[in-house]
C-alpha cells in the first residue's frame, strides 16, 4: 500500500519554472516504477513522466520532452517533476501514480497504476 501526495504547483508566467513533490508512504516506495500524469479541463488525463524503481531509465511525453525532468530519492521516499519553459497549455491537474509493474513498455497507460494522489494544480499564464 502507497499513499502519495502532491505539492508544489502554483500560477506561473509562460517561460517560468515549477518543481512538483510528491511524497510517499510505504516503505516499498523504492520497488516501484513512478508516473506524473496531467489533465486539463475537458480533457482526459494524459501521461507527462516515468520513471523506473532505480531511476535509471526515464520516460516523456513528446509533449514535455526536453522541457520536464522526472527523477526521484528513494531514501526519502519522493519523486519530482522539474518543469521549465513552461507554456500555457501545460495547465493541468498533475498526478503523481505508483506503478504496480515494472515500467516497462505500458508506462503511459494511466490504468497500469495502481496508487495515486490527489494532484496539484498548475497554472501557466500567458
Known amino acids: 500500500q502507497v499513499q502519495l501526495v502532491e505539492s508544489g504547483g502554483g500560477l506561473v508566467q509562460a517561460g517560468g519554472s515549477l518543481r512538483l513533490s510528491c511524497a510517499a508512504s510505504?516503505?516499498?516506495?523504492?520497488?516501484?516504477?513512478m508516473g506524473w500524469f496531467r489533465q486539463a479541463p475537458g480533457k482526459e488525463r494524459e501521461f507527462a513522466a516515468a520513471?523506473?524503481?532505480?531511476?535509471?531509465?526515464?520516460r516523456y511525453a513528446d509533449a514535455v520532452k526536453g522541457r520536464f525532468t522526472i527523477s526521484r530519492d528513494n531514501a526519502k521516499n519522493t519523486v519530482y517533476l522539474q518543469m521549465n519553459s513552461l507554456k500555457p497549455e501545460d495547465t493541468a491537474v498533475y498526478y503523481c501514480?505508483?506503478?504496480?509493474?515494472?515500467?516497462?513498455?505500458?508506462?503511459?497507460?494511466?490504468?497500469?497504476?495502481?496508487?495515486w494522489g490527489h494532484g496539484t494544480q498548475v497554472t501557466v499564464s500567458s
Open positions: 501514480a505508483a506503478k504496480t509493474s515494472p515500467i516497462g513498455t505500458t508506462y503511459s497507460d494511466y490504468g497500469r497504476y495502481g496508487y
Open positions: 510505504g516503505r516499498t516506495f523504492s520497488s516501484y516504477a
Open positions: 520513471i523506473s524503481w532505480s531511476g535509471g531509465t526515464t
